[in-house]
């Protein structure tokens, strides 16, 4: 039972890694964030079953972080758009020295 | 506020420490005579930085006040007027009290005067002490009235400067220091007034600083200072290394420890005395005090002529114990001595700047002294110091009323000829009479001639020279008899070199020039008077010491004279020990010249000759044609040119040291520090910064390279854990 959760955990982590790494789509890219935090979040849920309680409660902490930086995320991609009035990363890139 | 106050009075009261019975002597206000001078420095400090704000300020608005008018003299020029013979003559008087306080007990042992503990590690403790005996109560009789008299004359001599209150507050300093150095209860203590003469010699030779020349001989008198200077650190070191302690009292209590003639009590007193060597200008650290004269006059009359330089002269006679018990240092310290009082004189004998023969004349003055230390007459080094600082004090105060004049005549015709320049002189004892004659019997006292100071106290000392050569056991009896021959020799060139100086410069014909001559005038009475009063002392301040064998004879009057052999006897609490350990390994003095003859016969021989010599002179100079120094084309040859260019010493020490010091330095600046070190930190630097631009490569800005590199990153690392 325990493995096949880890096991879509994985796949979940991966797809969101590379929903990262090569989508252009800043939007796009924060919702593969979001995947990644969740396949983790099914990985705590997973093993609290064999350690205990404290893999879920963690979850929580995750969830509610992720909602603060879903915020904040989602006010820059936003600002960045009614700049650039584009949300393509290639078209920006101020971070740096 | 009460309390403070009382707290002041008791730090200026300090507790004294008087254990002994038979007389009782009780300081007065020993610290209020080193706390004077101190508040004069810092009122006259204050008052200097004021003046320049003052100034600085009349110059911006346009109103700049001319100091050579008496009356738009702003207050920062007037007060130092008062604050700075003022504070003198109070440690003067404070002086006096405990001067005759102290005449009238017989005083065995020193008073200390404790105020606070200056250092305290473990066992190893140096109190802030003033010590009062008869050795550090005539050292300040000196200081404080012949320095209150060398105030007074530079409120005439340096009325007009513009940086009159900064004069003030450095001379002031430097009295303050040198009360530290013969008042101070330790060695320790000693150095910090060594030391701080050695400052204030710096900060006035170097007065007018804008002239690169003056500023160097500033720097020159510093550097070569600083040299001796170790050698006393070294001294103080093996010092407390064997006694650990560097009280006068413990030391000298304990001196009896030490093996007579052993290798420890030779190098402690040969390092004091390259310390002494330094600052009182023997061989071959005397270049300094020639280039010291770029100072102002008075300057040199206090510091370079009557207190400071005999700095060396009040070591050597403090450690009497310990030279006592060296007799290879003690034979060292003599014939340095006698060697710089001829060498220096043969100087004096062909210079003619008139502060540049009396320059020569103090390093040959202070060449007796050591002799005298050195053949174990410690009283008569010390008369002698006391006599010189009287009668060299006036031929340099009165050598500045000269140059005060010679200047003023050349300021009023816009020529720019040397006011220093005896050539340029002749005939001032006409304008200038009272200068020329208290001058005369300056010259008369440092010639020898009876009855005058220094034929007294030179006398002494050759005596004690002669009388070393011939006292049965002394050590190295030759070399002592060699000494006491080259000290005579030097007396005479003294009467020569001294007479010549005078002759040229007061009488013949006047070479001023033809305008100058009437603007020519004698000092006012605020710059005679000190020299009248210091030529009272220089006629009557042998009289204190008349010797034992004179005083009954021609020379005392037939015992007319009352005080013989006064300073022997004051001195000789200080002495006592140092003779004492003469006589146990030497057994007693024995009174005989080496050729024969009394001390009277002595004495009347070298007073004859000197007479003639100073006769001759005037006759010999008189009948030279002297020529102003823009006629002068005379061209130097043989032995005179190398006189002239006193011995070309200068020319040699930047040959053999200065010049290979530089040129160490400066491959030290160019290889050394600019290359490699510099080179160093450099190539740091750029390599920093050219890695730096290296990896700013990979900092593209695009968000997917980052995340790229951030995803690789944490493969790599997760691989590296997991293999």
């Known amino acids: 039972m325990i493995t096949e959760a880890l096991v879509l955990s994985a796949i979940l982590f991966v797809i ?9 789509n800043a939007m796009i890219m924060f919702l593969c964030i979001e995947l990644q935090l969740n396949a983790v979040n099914l990985s705590f849920v997973a093993f609290s079953r064999l350690f205990g309680i404290e893999g879920q409660i963690f979850v929580f902490f995750v969830m509610t972080v992720a909602a603060a930086e879903a915020a904040v995320g989602l006010a820059i991609i936003i600002s960045i758009f009614r700049h650039y009035e584009t949300v393509n990363v290639d078209s920006f890139n101020l971070l740096k020295w | 506020m009460s309390g403070v106050l009382l707290s002041l009075a008791a730090l200026v009261q300090g507790s004294s420490e008087a254990a002994n019975e038979a007389g009782h002597f009780e300081p007065f206000l020993p610290g209020l005579i080193v706390l004077l001078p101190l508040l004069g420095f810092i009122a006259n400090g204050y008052l200097s930085l004021r003046h320049a704000r003052v100034s600085a300020d009349s110059v911006r608005s346009g109103s ?4 050579s008018d008496a009356s738009s003299r702003p207050s920062t020029h007037t007060l130092p007027t008062w604050i700075g013979p003022g504070v003198m003559g109070a440690a003067f008087l404070i002086t006096l009290v405990n001067f005759s306080r102290m005449l009238g007990v017989h005083l065995e042992e020193a008073v200390v005067v404790h105020y606070w503990t200056w250092i305290a590690t473990g066992t190893f403790s140096v109190e802030a002490a003033l010590q009062l005996d008869q050795l550090s109560i005539i050292m300040m009789m000196v200081i404080t009235g012949v320095g209150t008299l060398i105030h007074v004359f530079s409120v005439g001599y340096m009325k007009d400067d513009p940086g009159y209150p900064r004069y003030f507050a450095y001379l002031n300093l430097f009295v303050f220091f040198m009360l530290v150095l013969v008042m101070g209860s330790s060695y320790a203590l000693m150095f910090v007034g060594w030391e701080g003469v050695g400052l204030c010699s710096y900060l006035l030779i170097g007065y007018w600083f804008s002239d690169r020349e003056k500023a160097d001989a500033g720097k020159k008198a510093f550097i070569v200072n600083r040299i001796g200077d170790v050698g006393f650190l070294v001294a103080m070191f093996l010092l407390f290394k064997n006694f650990g302690s560097v009280d006068f009292i413990s030391i000298f209590h304990d001196a009896d420890t030490l093996i007579y003639g052993g290798g420890l009590v ?8 390259i310390g002494a060597i330094g600052k009182s200008a023997q061989i ?10 770029a100072g102002p006059t008075p300057v040199s009359a206090l510091i370079h002529a009557a207190t400071m330089v005999t700095a060396g002269v009040y070591l050597v006679a403090r450690s009497s114990v310990l030279f006592a018990l060296a007799p290879f240092s003690s034979a060292i310290v003599a014939g340095v001595g006698v060697l710089t009082a001829l060498f220096a004189a043969t100087i004096a004998l062909k210079q003619n700047d008139i502060k540049k023969v009396l ?6 003055q202070l060449g007796y002294m050591f002799l005298g230390v050195g053949v174990g007459a410690y009283a008569a080094g010390v008369f002698h110091l006391m006599t010189h600082a009287f009668f060299k004090a006036l031929l340099f105060l009165g050598s500045g009323a000269v140059i005060h004049s010679m200047h003023e005549a050349y300021h009023a015709t816009h020529s720019h000829e040397d006011a220093q320049d005896m050539r340029n002189m002749g005939g001032l004892h006409r304008p200038m009479r009272i200068t020329c004659i208290t001058m005369w019997i300056a010259t008369l006292a440092i010639a020898g001639i009876w009855p005058f100071a220094g034929f007294f106290s030179k006398d002494e000392i050759i005596w004690y020279a002669g009388a070393w050569a011939g006292a049965e056991g002394a050590p190295y009896p030759q070399l002592y008899t060699v000494y006491w021959m080259l000290a005579l020799v030097a007396a005479l060139l003294t009467a020569f070199y001294m007479t010549r100086m005078m002759v040229m410069t007061f009488h013949g014909k006047n070479r001023t020039g033809e305008k100058e001559q009437g603007h020519l005038h004698e000092a006012p009475p605020v710059m005679w008077i000190p020299l009248a009063v210091l ?15 004179l005083s009954a004879g021609w020379a005392g009057l037939g015992g007319l004279l009352p005080m013989s052999e006064w300073l022997h006897h004051w001195l000789e609490p200080i002495t006592a020990q140092a003779h004492h350990v003469q006589e146990v390994n030497l057994g007693k003095y024995s009174y005989y010249a080496p050729f024969g003859g009394g001390e009277a016969l002595w004495a009347a021989i070298s007073t004859i000759l000197a007479g003639t010599v100073v006769f001759l002179t005037v006759q010999i100079v008189r009948r030279q044609e002297i020529l102003a120094v823009k006629d002068d084309a005379t061209d130097l040859s043989g032995f005179s040119k190398v006189l002239f260019n006193k011995y070309y010493v200068d020319e040699l020490y930047d040959r053999v040291i200065v010049q290979p010091i530089l040129r160490i330095s400066r491959f030290c600046w160019r290889v050394i520090d600019a290359g490699i070190i510099d080179g160093a930190v450099n190539a740091v630097g ?6 730096g631009w290296l990896v700013s490569m990979f900092q593209t800005g695009s ?8 995803t690789v990153g944490v493969l790599f690392v997760l691989g590296a854990s997991l293999f």
């Open chain 2, 284 to 293: 071959p650290l005397y270049v300094w005090l020639p280039d010291a004269m």
């Open chain 1, 16 to 24: 969101g890694t590379f929903g990262v790494l090569v989508r252009r």
């Open chain 2, 64 to 67: 700049e006040f001319d100091l």
């Open chain 2, 359 to 364: 320059a020569y004349s103090t390093v040959s």
């Open chain 2, 535 to 549: 030529a009272l002392l220089s006629v009557f301040g042998g009289w204190i010491n008349v010797p034992e064998a």
């Open chain 2, 266 to 273: 030779t190098a402690i007193t040969l390092f004091f005395f």
């Open chain 2, 686 to 691: 750029w390599g920093s910064k050219g890695a």
């Open chain 2, 703 to 710: 968000i997917n390279t980052y995340a790229f590199i951030l």
